[in-house]
């Protein structure tokens, strides 16, 4: 029997949910400052606001928890090495969830990721197939010159200053772009590797919500 997936509302709620007891249902909102500085309340925390500090608030407004803002490094050497595990473990399930949160809301489904991905590589692949062809025409002006230089000296001519510097400026144009293409390569392989941890992690968070679907229901 194939498996369902659940909607996309079911998934968010669950990762909202992830680490209370007794949150089953309940709807969590964040109260944290924006870029200006202003405070807001949403029911979705943006990864950004994480390190600045922020309130975890019930449906009713009232203040469940707060977490605070990540410590300066001069705060954070006053701290024993447990607190400042501790510390860093907070902080890093914090940024976790948000970026949970923020991957649910931009994804639906692991094949909306394979087609995100798809539509970041093909941008990169056409870049890349230009600056091929632009080695390759380097590659030919090179050799082009060369050969006219060749055929100067077989005749017994000295090759002009005017030739000598056209086949460097070719040259150094080459070099260029043979970084440029290395670099989109790479580039490739990076995008690449980016969202395959993506894939990993809603994947995973799938499966935990199946896990907690499953056990409820055996309740």
């Known amino acids: 029997m194939t498996k369902s997936r659940l909607p996309l509302s079911y998934l968010v709620l669950i990762v909202a949910c ?6 089953v249902g309940a ?12 405070p807001v309340i949403n029911d979705r925390l943006p990864p950004e606001a994480v390190p600045l500090g922020y309130e975890v608030l019930s449906e009713d407004g009232v203040v469940i928890r707060v977490v605070p803002p990540q410590m300066t490094e001069e705060e954070f050497a006053l701290q024993s090495a447990q607190e400042r595990e501790a510390q ?4 890093a399930a914090a940024a976790q969830k ?10 639906s489904s692991v094949t909306d ?11 990169i692949r056409i870049r890349v197939s230009i ?15 060369q050969a006219q230089a060749a055929n100067i000296e077989r005749s017994g001519g000295k090759v ?3 030739t000598s510097e056209a086949i460097e400026i070719a040259r150094r ?39 907690r679907r499953t056990l409820t229901i055996q309740e």
Not at 27 to 38: C, R
Not at 98 to 107: G, K
Not at 113 to 123: D, K, N, P, V
Not at 175 to 202: C, G, H, N, P
């Open 18 to 23: 992830l680490g209370t007891k007794d949150a």
């Open 131 to 145: 600056l091929r062809s632009s080695v390759r025409s380097a590659v030919q002006q090179i050799e082009n010159y």
């Open 173 to 211: 144009r080459l070099a260029s772009t043979q970084k440029a293409l290395a670099e989109r390569e790479i580039e490739m392989d990076k995008v690449t590797a980016e969202y395959q941890v993506d894939i990993d992690r809603f994947k995973h968070l799938e499966d935990q919500v199946e896990m």
């Open 27 to 38: 709807k969590e909102l964040y109260k944290y400052k924006d870029a200006s500085g202003i």
């Open 160 to 162: 002009d200053e005017a």
């Open 98 to 107: 948000a970026r949970d949160e923020s991957l649910l809301m931009r994804y």
């Open 113 to 123: 990721i394979e087609a995100a991905r798809e539509r970041a590589l093909q941008s």
């Open 88 to 91: 860093a473990k907070r902080e």
